[in-house]
Each structure stands twice: as C-alpha cells, then as structure tokens.
C-alpha cells in the first residue's frame, strides 16, 4: 500500500531523510518512530505530496505520489503535525468542506460516519474555535477520513493531549488498521509498542531498525538483563562481587538491586546465586528484566553515535 524506495530530502546543507525505504501493506498499523529531528513530518510530508523529494520514490496504492499526484492523493488522508483551523466553521460545517473538496458522493452521510467515528457527533455544531485540544485533534483526524481512503497518514496524533484522550486517539488508531493502512509517527516508543503491528525506528533520516514490537527486542538485544537484589553486605562490595562476573557488560544500580547486563545471551543466574552463596550474603532477588523499546532506541542511537 506505501511504497518507499530511497526516499531523500536535502534542504540547503541538511539531509532531513537520507535514503529510506520502507513499505507498509493493507490493513497493517505502522509506526514511524524517532526522536525531534528524526524526519518523520518530512517523510510524511514527500508521501502526501506537499514537497517533493530530493531523491528517490514513493507510491501510495501503487500511484507515484508526484507523477500521478492526484491518484495518490485520493488515496491518503493526511493529520498534519499542526492541523490548520477555521476558528468560525463548525464541526460539521469544516468536515463537509473538505468532503465537498474531495468529491465525496454522499458528504451528508459522509461526515456523519466520521463524526461518530472520532466521537464527535454531539459536538457537530460547536464552532471550532470552542473546542478542547483533544477534540481539535480528532477533528483533525475526521478530516483524514472523510474521503475514506486505504491509506491514512498521521503526524504524531497524540502529541499535547491529556492523558484520557491520547488513550482514545491510540484506541481510534488501532481500531482504523482493521480497514485502512495506517502510518504514524511518535516518539513515544511505549505508545509504538501498543498501537503498531511493525515499527520502523528512524534517526537522522535513516532507518536504524524495523519489525514487530517483539521481534525488534530480540533482533537488536544482545545479552540480557538482571535484576539482583543481595544482603549482607553494602552496596560497594556487592556491586564488586558481581563486576567480577565474566562474560558481563554493565553493572547498574536500580532500585534496592542492581541490573546486570550480560554481553551474551547465556544464563547467569545460577553462576551469580552460587557466589552470593558462597560470600555469605543473602540472594533476595534474581530475575531477568525485558528490554523495553526505550532501552533499544537509547541503544540503537548510542551505538548509531558511536560509529
Ligand atoms: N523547511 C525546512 N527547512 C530547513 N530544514 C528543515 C525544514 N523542515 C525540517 N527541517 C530539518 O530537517 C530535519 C528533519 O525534520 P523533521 O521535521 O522532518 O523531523 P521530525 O522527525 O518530524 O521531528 P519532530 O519530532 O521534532 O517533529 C531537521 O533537522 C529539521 O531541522
Ligand atoms: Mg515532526
């Protein structure tokens, strides 16, 4: 359904995207994630057609979004990063606009769907200037549907909305991959890991990673990571019994404990207990802790860095 192939974007002396490619198929959920500067708006502004690119290609339903622009239009809806208003038109008065604009047969009923879609039906009245935030931004997001194309791209949807509502815009999000292909972008790696059925991590212009949530931990996770919580002796000597274990990485304080990276995947726990035993402390805790994506997209960038 998109179709990214060596996609570039230079303005003056910045590559904002540096040759990415990526795809997303139908009815698949995927995130765009990375951190300010990453060029996710970029990206998403060459796929809808706004700005073309420097370099490469990409194509939406299989239309070229710059030979065929206005096939590969009809077949996005796009929420910008900042959603233009009009303060003076109502809910529904902005929402038949658009669906006047892009030739929807029936825009009545149209917008009525999408009003319910976004919960928003109550409020079709209301003129926009009145709205909260939040239900500017599932305006926004009505806007991207009225046409109800295959292809919806979203430019961080949940980004200053209260808590309740970043977690019915990620519900509407979710439930939109039954139907359409979704992109979106964030760079809130635990809100990737909830909406996204394949996440692809973008720094710098570049792809750093992609995959399910699942597969990209054990992709990207070397050696694992222990939690070990030791009596019996103070901080400084535990934190040294436990450097002195061959085969790790780091160790880190968290907590009561320490985490305990080990550079390959093989199991310490039963080496570690022994030696406490040994020393004549009190193993009060042992268990392996999962990698969350935070702890892979710091890794990924630090390693990225160093290169
Ligand atoms: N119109 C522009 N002119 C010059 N440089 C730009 C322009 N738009 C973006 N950039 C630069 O391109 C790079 C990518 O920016 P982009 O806005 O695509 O990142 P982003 O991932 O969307 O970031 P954010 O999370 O802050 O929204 C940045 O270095 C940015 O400064
Ligand atoms: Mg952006």
């Keep these: 359904m998109i179709e990214v192939e060596n996609l570039t974007k230079r303005y003056g002396s910045t590559l904002a995207v540096d040759h990415l490619s990526f795809h997303a198929e139908a009815g698949e959920v995927v995130g765009l994630l990375g951190p300010n500067g990453a060029g996710k708006t970029t990206t998403m502004r060459m796929l809808t057609g706004f700005m073309p690119p420097t370099e490469g290609t990409a194509r939406i339903a299989g239309h070229d979004v710059f030979r ?105 999000v979710r439930s939109l991959g039954q139907k359409h292909t979704v992109l979106f972008s964030t760079h809130i790696l635990s809100e990737a890991e909830q909406v996204c059925d394949r996440v ?43 450097e002195a274990l061959p085969g790790l990485e780091s160790v880190m304080p968290t907590g009561d404990g320490f985490t305990v990276r080990t550079r390959s995947k093989d199991d310490l726990r039963g080496e570690i ?9 009190r193993l009060l805790e042992l268990r392996p802790v999962a990698m969350t994506l935070e702890d892979i997209f710091l890794d990924l960038v630090q390693r990225e860095e160093a290169r």
């Design 68 to 172: 065929e622009s206005l096939e590969a239009r009809k077949r996005v809806g796009y929420l910008p990063e900042r959603v233009p208003i009009y303060p003076d038109m109502t809910v529904r008065g902005y929402l038949t606009f658009w669906a006047e604009l892009r030739g929807v047969k029936q825009p009545k009923a149209q917008v009525s769907t999408v009003l319910e879609q976004v919960h928003l039906r109550d409020r079709q009245n209301t003129l926009i200037r009145n709205l909260s935030k939040g239900m500017r931004q599932r305006l926004g997001l009505a806007q991207a549907l009225v046409h109800d194309p295959p292809v919806i791209i979203l430019d961080e949807p949940t980004i200053g909305i209260d808590p309740q509502q970043v977690i019915e815009v990620r519900g509407m």
């Design 200 to 242: 692809i991590i973008i720094d710098r212009g570049r792809v750093l990673a992609q995959g399910a949530p699942v597969s990209l931990r054990q992709q990207i996770q070397k050696g694992t990571h222990l939690y070990v919580q030791i009596s019996g002796a103070n901080a400084a000597t535990i934190q040294r019994l436990l």
């Design 273 to 281: 207990a022994q030696r406490v035993v040994q020393a004549g402390y």
